[in-house]
C-alpha cells in the first residue's frame, strides 16, 4: 500500500507527460495510475486535468498574521531591549516601548503597529522561542550567621504589605567558580507590593559595606523603609545591621527568613535572577575598582530601566487541585505603575517620579547600559575567571 507522500510524488513524476500525451497514451497513463494510486477514474481524470497553481493546499488552520519580517523585527527588537522577557510580561511592555521605538528608529505603519500591539502572550512566545537563550546557574555564597538569631525574629505573615517599603534582601556572589579570596558582591533589596528593585555592589560582604548600601538603597527609594527581611547570611545577622534598624528613626521590622527555605525570600530570590545574573552572568569580579563602576549603573541606567519599563507579574492565588498547583497572577505592570497608582505614595513623590519618567527612553538607556557595561567588563580579569575553571 503507497503512502500518501509516494502517491504525490508518483503524481509529480507522470503529470508533466499526461499533459502532453495524445488521447490514447492519456487512457494508458490514466490506467496506470488508477492501478497503482488505487483511484476512482473519475477522480484520477480530475486531479490530472487540474491546473498545478491549483493543487496547491495551503496548510490547514488560519492564515499566519505575524510572518511579515516587518512585524518580526519590531518584536525581536523591543524583546532583546527587554533581555528577553517572557511572553506574558512581554505584552505589558510593548505598549510602554513602541512609542519609543518609534523615536528612536522609525515610525511605523498603521497595521504593523496594530498587529504589533494585539499580538498575545503565547504568540510571542512561539514567535521568539527559536532565539531564546538558555543560561546556566552558579555558585551560592550564603554562609549562616548565628550570633543573633534570638535577637531577630523569623518573620510571619504579619507584615502590611497594602503598604509599600516591607522589603527583602539578599546577596549574589560574583565569584566565578569558586568562593575563595575577595570579590564584589551584589546586594539586592524588593519592595514585596510595588516589586520596586535597587541593586548596589559591595566589597566582600563586611557589615561596613553592606549598611553603606543599604544606605544608599534607602535614599533611592520613593518610599520609607518600613521592613527588612533577610535570609540567615552572616552579612545580615550582625550586631552593626541589627543596631543600625534599632536606631534607625522609622524603626522598620528587622527580621530573617528560616534557615534553608529559599521561598521565604522568593521575590527577592527572583530578583537576584533578572537585575543581577542578567546584567552581570557568573564571571569573577575580583578587582575592588568595578565596585564604584557597578554601583553606577546600578543606581542610575539600571534602576530606571528596571523599575520605569520592566514590567512584573505578582501572584494572586495558589491552590492544589490534585496533583496540580493552579496559579493566578495579576495583569503585569512596572514597578513605577505600581507606585504611581499606590495610595500610601505622597503626590509630591508620585509628581517627581511622573517628572523623570517622562524624561525617559527605554532605548536610550540600554545603549548607556551597554557602554558601561563594556567599560566594567574591561576592567574583569580573564585569566582569573579562566584559573577558576581549572
Known amino acids: 500500500m ?20 495524445n488521447r490514447s497514451a492519456k487512457s494508458k ?27 496547491k493546499k495551503r496548510k490547514p488552520g488560519r492564515r499566519p498574521v505575524y510572518q511579515q519580517p516587518e512585524i518580526l523585527s519590531v518584536i525581536k527588537t523591543i524583546w532583546f531591549a527587554t533581555d528577553q522577557m517572557c511572553g506574558k510580561r512581554l505584552v505589558a511592555a510593548i505598549p510602554l516601548w513602541l512609542p519609543h521605538y518609534e523615536t528612536f528608529y522609525s515610525p511605523l505603519a498603521p497595521d504593523i503597529k496594530q498587529k504589533v500591539m494585539s499580538a498575545s502572550a ?4 512561539r514567535l521568539l ?16 550567621g548565628t550570633l543573633l538569631k534570638n535577637h531577630i525574629p523569623i518573620r ?8 509599600p517599603g516591607f522589603m527583602e534582601a539578599d546577596t549574589v556572589a560574583h565569584c566565578g567558580n569558586s568562593l575563595t579570596g575577595d570579590f564584589v558582591w551584589s546586594l539586592t533589596l524588593t519592595d514585596i507590593l510595588t516589586e520596586w528593585t535597587e541593586c548596589r555592589a559591595t566589597w566582600n560582604k563586611g557589615s561596613v559595606g553592606v549598611i553603606k548600601q543599604i544606605k544608599a538603597i534607602e535614599q533611592a527609594l520613593p518610599f520609607p523603609l518600613r521592613g527588612f527581611d533577610c535570609d540567615n547570611g552572616s552579612e545580615f545577622l550582625n550586631y552593626h545591621l541589627w543596631r543600625y534598624f534599632t536606631e534607625h528613626p522609622n524603626q522598620p521590622q528587622f527580621t530573617r527568613s528560616r534557615p534553608y527555605k529559599k521561598n521565604d525570600n522568593a521575590h ?7 537585575h543581577v545574573r542578567h546584567l552581570f552572568g557568573y564571571d569573577r569580579f575580583d578587582n575592588k575598582a568595578l565596585v564604584e563602576l557597578m554601583n553606577d549603573l546600578y543606581a542610575n541606567e539600571w534602576s530606571l530601566y528596571q523599575n520605569h519599563f520592566c514590567p512584573t507579574m505578582k501572584l494572586l492565588s495558589k491552590k492544589r487541585v490534585g496533583a496540580r498547583y493552579i496559579k493566578k497572577y495579576e495583569s ?13 505614595v505622597s503626590d509630591e513623590t508620585k509628581q517627581q517620579l ?6 525617559l527612553n527605554p532605548f536610550v538607556l540600554k545603549q548607556q547600559i551597554e557602554i558601561k557595561l563594556k567599560q566594567i567588563f574591561s576592567h574583569v580579569s580573564v585569566t582569573s575567571n579562566v584559573r577558576q575553571r581549572i
Open 354 to 359: 511622573e517628572k523623570v519618567h517622562q524624561n
Open 332 to 344: 503585569a505592570q512596572t514597578p513605577y505603575e505600581r507606585v504611581i497608582t499606590c495610595q500610601s
Open 122 to 125: 503565547a504568540t510571542l512566545d
Open 129 to 144: 522561542k527559536p532565539h531564546r537563550a538558555h543560561n546556566k546557574g552558579g555558585l551560592c555564597g550564603t554562609k549562616p
Open 268 to 274: 527577592v530570590e527572583q530578583k537576584n535572577w533578572t
Open 29 to 55: 497513463i490514466l490506467d496506470e495510475f488508477c492501478a497503482i494510486c488505487h483511484y476512482d477514474r473519475k477522480y484520477a481524470i480530475h486531479k490530472l486535468n487540474q491546473p498545478i497553481s491549483k493543487r
Open 156 to 163: 510571619t505573615d504579619t507584615w502590611d504589605i497594602h503598604q
Open 2 to 21: 503507497m503512502t500518501r507522500q509516494e502517491k504525490q510524488a508518483y503524481f509529480e513524476a507522470i503529470y508533466k507527460r499526461y499533459r502532453k500525451a
